[in-house]
Antibody, heavy 118, light 108 residues
Framework: QVQLVESGGGVVQPGRSLRLSCAVS????????LHWVRQAPGKGLDWVAV????????SFADSVKGRFTVSRDSSKNTLYLQMNSLRPEDTAVYYC???????????WGRGTLVTVSS | SYVLTQPPSVSVAPGKTAEITCGTN??????VHWYQQKPGQAPVLVIY???DRPSGIPERFSGSNSANTATLTITRVEAGDEADYYC???????????FGGGTKLTVL
């Protein structure tokens, strides 16, 4: 069955960096775009970023543009989110999600919590 | 960018029908997707492309979309349907995904 497993979350000070990973299994990794979606404590879902299946295209929410980058490694079936210049408002559970043709998110990981606090 | 408007909360008695709306200008021209999220869990896709159900989602869940409002309908509501529900669309100009603010469904 399809699995997406995030890791790398934790507590980090404002202004520091953190890299999240998402290990994927049970589908052909290089065939599908992948996304990051976050959810601040007690709040709604907030799309963060997408990377195309071949890494040729990525796009970011305005709130993270210029601070976050996304990449993927087909040899490891892993998606990454590099988060720089972190702010307290970046505190959230970060989910990776598999794109479904038509724009929906077909499968989600369980998420990893990032807390930005001094 | 689009703003998708959902009611913050909807309450329904067991066995009745719940309707959760999602509105923005000309949403009928977009594909709308719906997610169910229970406390402490990841979201689950329950409706995609306005009205299609992924495998494993009960037929009690259905969707419609026209003009300025998309609707998620849950018939014969059960206690286990209590959750937050989010609508979502693709902004075809930016390729960004946009979520509604979410609706908390309470089963009385």
């Amino acid at each position: 069955q399809v699995q997406l497993v995030e890791s790398g979350g934790g507590v980090v000070q404002p202004g520091r960096s953190l890299r999240l990973s998402c290990a994927v299994s049970a589908f052909t990794f290089s065939n599908f775009p992948l996304h990051w979606v976050r959810q601040a404590p007690g709040k709604g879902l907030d799309w963060v970023a997408v990377i195309s299946h071949d890494e040729n295209y990525s796009s970011f929410a305005d709130s993270v543009k210029g601070r976050f980058t996304v990449s993927r490694d087909s040899s490891k079936n892993t998606l990454y989110l590099q988060m720089n210049s972190l702010r307290p408002e970046d505190t959230a559970v970060y989910y990776c999600a598999k794109d479904r043709e038509g724009g929906s998110f077909e499968y989600w990981g369980r998420g990893t919590l990032v807390t930005v606090s001094s | 960018s689009y703003v998708l408007t959902q009611p913050p909360s909807v309450s329904v008695a067991p066995g009745k029908t719940a309707e959760i709306t999602c509105g923005t200008n000309n949403i009928g021209d977009m594909n709308v997707h719906w997610y169910q999220q229970k406390p402490g869990q990841a979201p689950v896709l329950v409706i995609y492309d306005d009205k299609d159900r992924p495998s494993g989602i009960p037929e009690r869940f259905s969707g419609s979309n026209s003009a300025n409002t998309a609707t998620l309908t849950i018939t014969r509501v059960e206690a286990g349907d209590e959750a937050d529900y989010y609508c979502q669309v693709l902004d075809t100009n930016s390729h960004h995904r946009v979520f509604g603010g979410g609706t908390k469904l309470t089963v009385l």
